[in-house]
Every structure is written in structure tokens, then in C-alpha cells.
């Protein structure tokens, strides 16, 4: 195993110019030094009976070993007679400590102040239930730290410059992690998922947009007397107003038990011919369709009667709302029937699940993490063994590490104002911090109450977020549909259309990272840092970010229109406005922004290579003859005398070259033989004295293709 282990690592790595050591102090402390430098201080390796009574380890140092597995990369390894085991790190006061959790605690994307199991966080401010989270850190001090083990732990950075984690586990394997050759926080974060766990490329119908409703057993609107008609009204409004989607899920109720969970159908009344209507959403209206499910074993149901009869179940803890216990999926024969029993739904033609609940209360604390990850193993393995991987789209709210290989992320129920707005960006961010990098919210909220709540204001501010995010996806419902009152004499289907129709054509560039997270790890949401790790002042930014590394977006998140927006230092010399392209802002200054409920801040950096178009029809039958159509969008800048950008389609890599040159003032583009399904790829340069950018045709052939503009004044 470790060989195995030692050989993928090794393929991340440069020859290295370093020399690390890893080496024992004597107080049975460990030192990361590089000459006569220290780079880590893991203070203390602690063991104990329990989590609160643990101990810095004494001069018997028997059950510790320590090594470098790579260059870059310390493995340390505690095996004794204790219940608990964890570590200690310290280091400057100033160091800001990133990663464990989703969720932004204090609205804040480092771990200043806090202490917390590593577990679903429940109930709390601006978004409950955000709950995906790895037993890994990052360090504005340059380094990680991963403990490698699902079993329960907790964290605690309260202390200024310090980070202790203890894990009830009667063994524990820990990684140091320090970035390989130049490549920084980024390659930190490579080095773990490798370590760990990366994400699939999910299909392009689970980036959305998405639609879907709480119940849609309710809200009937004109003739709609079902479900399976709502959903279908749905469709059509989505068709006669020109919005793009993609896939469409089903949250509870949907089926015939208790409380429309486990008896693994669909309600008879509310769906009556379940596989022709998800046959005709997928083949005629060009929708991919999900549903909801979770480990409850709700009263009455199938699941509930066979798990008591075979005792499946766990004690009852009294969950939350009365919904019934988890089944130990510890237990083989549970673990099967659960698979079994959900491979009715991909028989049908359901294409993903939305993967609900896991942390209240249905099962003990200490066994979420273990219990969570065999439930996404079995919801994964029931649509892989129908549909192959990267065609069905399985999305949760509460994962932990590994699991990032079989599911992606939803943020939880976030409140639907300002804050909640407010605290999902933060936990956008900090979920690519810890490499859950396909990632969407319940755009608008998911908790509200009463009409207009979100505000039209609040929902269009969310929209553009959601635009900009890798997974765009939007409840509707009762009181919250758009084309329905209290919404209907609102801007707020305009803005859908705008900001769903804009997602749809920025599928080439949101695929291209898709790609890259499966590959590397690194999210499309970026904390400014990692483009920028040199410029302190991006240290403790939570409301924007870079998505990918070609945006710089600025989100407005609360009320009046206008926001300061910083420029970091280092990824770029200048940004352009993406929208109006026509203000240039400097790095290392700070601008105040005021933009319409029809826009958001939203800039490129200097030598952007932007793919972007009409890649996926999605529901877009409405266009006669569709094929698909991909465009470059090209931001030359002297300043950058060549970027690069890997264009991820149909299955393939393209690196695109993009190259200027200050002495004739001319720019070149090598597509490097981009085919796109046979049909041209069009380049739109971005240049002054063009009014849109000069928009050229090209025509790619095998051969490669290239493209030069000469005597040309840039933008920046």
C-alpha cells in the first residue's frame, strides 16, 4: 500500500532543491527542518484514554514512527495501547489555519477562535447543516497536515498560532505536507487528494442549471393535479421563457411510505407512469432527473420493517423531527439490502440522487463519518453498475474526505437573506479549500418563510452567485415560483434567465476545471490566496474569490448594490471588467463597485484565455438544428508574454496558447488542433477600438490551428 501510495506522490514532483528532515525533539516532539530552518513544529503526539485527558507522548516513544514517504511529504504513524490519539502544531500567532469544515464559522474562511468535532455542525447561523468537512488544515505558514482516518476527532484552534487535533482511534496515520517544487499552497492541496481522495467529472447535466422543488406534491397551478404534471409545468415555463436547464430532482415527497421515504417507488398518485415520464424529461425535453434520499428508516416503510425484523437499526437517539433511526451499514446484509433496494431508481431512468441527512441524530456522533461514507459507496454503486461512471450526477450535503470520490456537494440549508447569501459564499470557498470543488448552493435559500422571501433583491444577488458557481441550482415551490405570484410582477425571472442562460455558455470553461479538480484536486471556487498566497491582505477575504484562475468574481451580499472589491497582487498586473469591459483596475488597490440587480462584479485578469458557448442542448429544443457552438474569448496583454489554458471537451484535452509580442504589437493564438465535434471554433479577441472584440471564424483543423493579429492596442 504505501509503495503504491509512494509512486502516484512521486509523479506530482520536480527534482526538489531541498533537503527536508524530519527528526525528534526531547520532549518527543516532531521537527520539520530544511538546513537549519524549521518549517513545521508538531509540538506534541498525543495519546490518552480519552479525547479531554490526552497527553503529549513521554520519552517511551514506542508506537511512533516517522519518515518521509516523499520529498515532500512526512508520514507519521501512532499505534499504542491508548483509546486516542492526535498531534499538536505551533507556530507564529499571526498563522491562520484553513480546512475541516464547510462550514464558515463566524462568517470566515480560517479557523480563528474555533473548536468542533469533526461532524455535522447542525442548526446555525446563515446556513444550517453545512457539512461537508476533511480531517485536513492548511497554513498560511506554508503547510498541511492530513490525518488519514474516518473515525471520530475533534479540532481546536482556539489557541493564537497553535492547531491540536485527537481522534478516538486506537491508531492514527498523519501526513505533513509541504509544497513540492515552487508549486505552493496549490500543490499542498494536490499531495493530499492524492493522498486521499478526487472527485469525478460529473456529467455536464449535474452543473445545471438545475430546477427542482421542496414538495412538488403541492402548488398546483391551471389544470396540474400531480407531481408528475407539476414537474412537466415546469418544464414547459422553463421552454416558453428560453431558460436553460439541464436536469430537474425530485426532493421529498415523491414515493408511497412514510412520509414519501423507503419503500423505494414513487406514489402512484403522484407519479403514475414513473419510468415514461422520466424517459420523456430525458429523451424529449432533454432533462436529466434525480431524486432524494437519506439512511432513515422512517416508520411503516420497507426499509423500516426490514431493518427492525433483521436489526439493522440503531438505538434510538430520538432524531430530529421523529424520522426514523439509520441502519448500520456496518452490517453486511443491511449494507445489501440498502444497494439492492435502491438500483429500482436507476432502473427507471433517475440519473443521481440528492443525498440527504446523516447528522441529526439518527445515529451515534462518533460513527457519522464512517456511516456517511458507506452510504455515499452504495448510493454511488447503485447508479455506476446502470449508467458507467461520470453519467449520473450524485450530490450531498454531508460528506467527509474519501467520499469526495463518489459524491459532490450541496452547502446545506442556507437561510434566504443576505446572511445566508453571505455565509454560502464563505463556505463555497472554504469547501475548494478542502477540495470538495463541485459545489452548488440552494440558490436563493432554502429556509424561508412566507412570500417574497428571498426578496427579490436577495434572489437576484444569488442568481449571479450561482452563475459563477460550478453547480447552478434553484428551488421553486410554493410562494417561490418566478412566473407565479408574488414573484410574477418582479425582475426576478429576467434575472433567472439571464444569470441560468449565462451558466449554460460558461459550461466549456466550467467543464475545463472540472477536469482539473478531478486531476489535481484543486476547486473551481478558489480562495484568493491560493492564486495570490504572497499578498497578506487576501489572507481573510470571504466574500470573493477566483473561479478558476481567469475570474476574479466579487459577489454582492448584502443590500444597497455596491461592495468594495480588492485586486490581488500577483496573479495579474491590472483586472478588467468582465461585463462592460471597459474599467481596468490595478492590483493592490481597492475599488468601490455598484452594479444592477442585471450584473455582479465580475473581472478577468491579463492574458485570459476564456472557453465559452453553446456546448450542451440541455432543454433548448426550442433551437432549430442545434450543434454545438464554442467560441475563445481572448484578453491579450503585453504584460503576459504567453498564458496557457487546457480545454477540457468531449472527452479530451486542448492546450491553448495564447502569445504576445510588445515589439510589433501583435498577439498569436495556437489552438493546438482543436476539433469540436467537426464544426469551427470561433476566436473573439478582446481589443481596443473594438466596440465587442474583433470576432473571427476559424476553422480547426488535425493540423492544429493559429491565428495572428497584428499593430493592436489591448485593453489593460
Not at 480547426?700 to 495572428?708: A, E, I, Q, W
Request: hydrophobic share 35%.
Amino acid at each position: 500500500m504505501a509503495r503504491v501510495t509512494f509512486l502516484a506522490l512521486s509523479a506530482l514532483l520536480t527534482p526538489a532543491l531541498c533537503d527536508y528532515r524530519i527528526t525528534l525533539t526531547p520532549s518527543s516532539g516532531l521537527l520539520v527542518t530544511d538546513g537549519n530552518a524549521t518549517l513545521v513544529n508538531n509540538t506534541a503526539v498525543l495519546v490518552g484514554g480519552h479525547n479531554t485527558t490526552a497527553e503529549p507522548l513521554k520519552n517511551d516513544t514506542q508506537g511512533l514512527t516517522y519518515s518521509f514517504l516523499t520529498p515532500t511529504v512526512a508520514q507519521i504513524t501512532l499505534n499504542t495501547s491508548n483509546a486516542f490519539h492526535g498531534a499538536r502544531f505551533s507556530t507564529s500567532e499571526s498563522t491562520r489555519f484553513y480546512g475541516v469544515w464547510e462550514y464558515p464559522f463566524n462568517n470566515r474562511i480560517d479557523n480563528a477562535n474555533m473548536s468542533f468535532d469533526l461532524k455535522g455542525v447542525g442548526n446555525n447561523v446563515g446556513v444550517n447543516w453545512s457539512n461537508a468537512r476533511a480531517p485536513f488544515f492548511l497554513t498560511s505558514a506554508g503547510y498541511g497536515v492530513y490525518a488519514d482516518t474516518l473515525k471520530m476527532g475533534s479540532y481546536d484552534f482556539r489557541t493564537p498560532g497553535d492547531a491540536q487535533f485527537i481522534f478516538n482511534s486506537s491508531s492514527l496515520v498523519y501526513y505533513i505536507i509541504l509544497p513540492n517544487d515552487g508549486g505552493g499552497l496549490k500543490s499542498v492541496i494536490e499531495q493530499y487528494t492524492e493522498l486521499s481522495a478526487r472527485s469525478e467529472i460529473p456529467p455536464t447535466s449535474g452543473l445545471g442549471p438545475t430546477f427542482w422543488s421542496d414538495d412538488f406534491t403541492q402548488d398546483f397551478h391551471g389544470n396540474v393535479s400531480n407531481a408528475q404534471e407539476n414537474i412537466q409545468d415546469v418544464v414547459n415555463h422553463l421552454y416558453d421563457n428560453r431558460i436553460r436547464a439541464t436536469s430537474i430532482f425530485a426532493d421529498r415527497p415523491y414515493g408511497s411510505g412514510n412520509r414519501s421515504w423507503g419503500n423505494f417507488d414513487f406514489d402512484p398518485n403522484q407519479y403514475p407512469d414513473p419510468a415514461s415520464f422520466i424517459k420523456n424529461l430525458t429523451e424529449v425535453s432533454g432533462i436529466d432527473f434525480q431524486v432524494w434520499i437519506a439512511n432513515r428508516a422512517q416508520y411503516g416503510t420497507k426499509l423500516y420493517n426490514a431493518s427492525t425484523h433483521n436489526h439493522w437499526l440503531f438505538p434510538d437517539d430520538h432524531p430530529v423531527g421523529g424520522l426514523g433511526e439509520a441502519l448500520n451499514l456496518s452490517i453486511p446484509t443491511a449494507y445489501n439490502y440498502f444497494d439492492e433496494s435502491l438500483k429500482y431508481f436507476s432502473a427507471v431512468g433517475v440519473k443521481g440522487y440528492k443525498i440527504d441527512r446523516g447528522e441529526e441524530g439518527e445515529m451515534p456522533d462518533y460513527v457519522q463519518n464512517e456511516q456517511m461514507a458507506l452510504f455515499l459507496d452504495l448510493a454511488y454503486d447503485s447508479m455506476v453498475g446502470t449508467w458507467g461512471k461520470g453519467r449520473f450526477y450524485n450530490f450531498a450535503r454531508s460528506a467527509v474526505d474519501r467520499s469526495r470520490a463518489k459524491t459532490h456537494v450541496w452547502n446545506g440549508d442556507s437561510h434566504a437573506n443576505f446572511t445566508g447569501l453571505a455565509y454560502s459564499v464563505a463556505s463555497g470557498i472554504r469547501s475548494g479549500l478542502i477540495s470538495f470543488g463541485i459545489w452548488g448552493s440552494d440558490t436563493g435559500g432554502y429556509t424561508r418563510e412566507g412570500a417574497l422571501t428571498p426578496s427579490p433583491e436577495v434572489w437576484a444577488r444569488w442568481m449571479w452567485f450561482s452563475a459563477f458557481s460550478p453547480v447552478y441550482e434553484l428551488m421553486l415551490g410554493t410562494n417561490h415560483t418566478p412566473w407565479y405570484p408574488p414573484y410574477d410582477n418582479t425582475s426576478t425571472l429576467a434575472v433567472m434567465k439571464q444569470t441560468a442562460n449565462l451558466h449554460a455558455d460558461l459550461l466549456p470553461y466550467i467543464q475545463s476545471y472540472t477536469n482539473d479538480v478531478s486531476k489535481t484536486g484543486l476547486p473551481i471556487i478558489r480562495a484568493l490566496f491560493l492564486e495570490a498566497e504572497k499578498d497578506e491582505k487576501t489572507w481573510d477575504v470571504n466574500d470573493s474569490y477566483f473561479f478558476g484562475s481567469e475570474f476574479l468574481v466579487a459577489p454582492i451580499v448584502r443590500a444597497g448594490g455596491s461592495r468594495s472589491v480588492y485586486f490581488p497582487v500577483g496573479p495579474s498586473n491590472s483586472y478588467l471588467e468582465y461585463f462592460n469591459k471597459t474599467q481596468v483596475y490595478t492590483a493592490g488597490t481597492i475599488a468601490n463597485i455598484t452594479s444592477p440587480l442585471t450584473s455582479m462584479p465580475v473581472f478577468v485578469k491579463q492574458g485570459a484565455i476564456i472557453p465559452r458557448g453553446d456546448v450542451y442542448q440541455g432543454n433548448a429544443k426550442w433551437i432549430q438544428g442545434w450543434a454545438p457552438d464554442l467560441r475563445l474569448e481572448l484578453y491579450p496583454s503585453f504584460d503576459v508574454p504567453e498564458s496557457r489554458f487546457t480545454y477540457y471537451g468531449g472527452g479530451a484535452e486542448t492546450e491553448i496558447v495564447l502569445r504576445t509580442n510588445k515589439a510589433d504589437r501583435s498577439a498569436t493564438v495556437d489552438t493546438g488542433g482543436l476539433e469540436f465535434n467537426g464544426w469551427g471554433v470561433k476566436i473573439v479577441w478582446f481589443l481596443k477600438g473594438a466596440e465587442k472584440g474583433r470576432i473571427m471564424d476559424m476553422k480547426v483543423h488535425g493540423d492544429g490551428g493559429s491565428l495572428k493579429v497584428s499593430n493592436i492596442e489591448t485593453l489593460f
